[in-house]
Nanobody, 126 residues
Framework: QVQLVESGGGLVQAGGSLRLSCATS????????MAWFRQAPGKEREFVAA????????NYADSVKGRFTISRDNAKNPVYLQMSSLKPEDTAVYYC???????????????????WGQGTQVTVSP
């Protein structure tokens, strides 16, 4: 059974940092492109960052460029999202996702991802 489990969310003050992790199991995740999305209350799910199967390609939403870094460790299967200089508008549930379309297809389109985690809450206070 394919599973993605996010962790690392929490409450942080503006300007602070958090690192999210996504543990994977049950699939060939080392050959999948992976991504992070987020959804704030009352808003649609939005793309945050994506990474190719070997970490050689990355893609970021403009709103997080220079502040967030996506990375992966295929030996251990997790995918990470290092978040720095956090802002109140970063408050959302953050989801990890995996795509089987192509190992290097670092899409920002949510329906092109096949597997999703349950999400982890990130709250940034002013």
């Amino acid at each position: 059974q394919v599973q993605l489990v996010e962790s690392g969310g929490g409450l942080v003050q503006a300007g602070g940092s958090l690192r999210l992790s996504c543990a994977t199991s049950g699939g060939a995740f080392s050959s999948y492109a992976m991504a992070w999305f987020r959804q704030a209350p009352g808003k649609e799910r939005e793309f945050v960052a994506a990474i190719s199967w070997n970490g050689g390609l990355t893609n970021y939403a403009d709103s997080v460029k220079g502040r967030f870094t996506i990375s992966r460790d295929n030996a251990k299967n997790p995918v990470y999202l290092q978040m720095s200089s956090l802002k109140p508008e970063d408050t959302a549930v953050y989801y990890c996702a995996a795509s089987r379309r192509s190992p290097s297809y670092i899409s920002g389109i949510s329906y092109e991802y096949d597997y999703w985690g349950q999400g982890t809450q990130v709250t940034v206070s002013p």
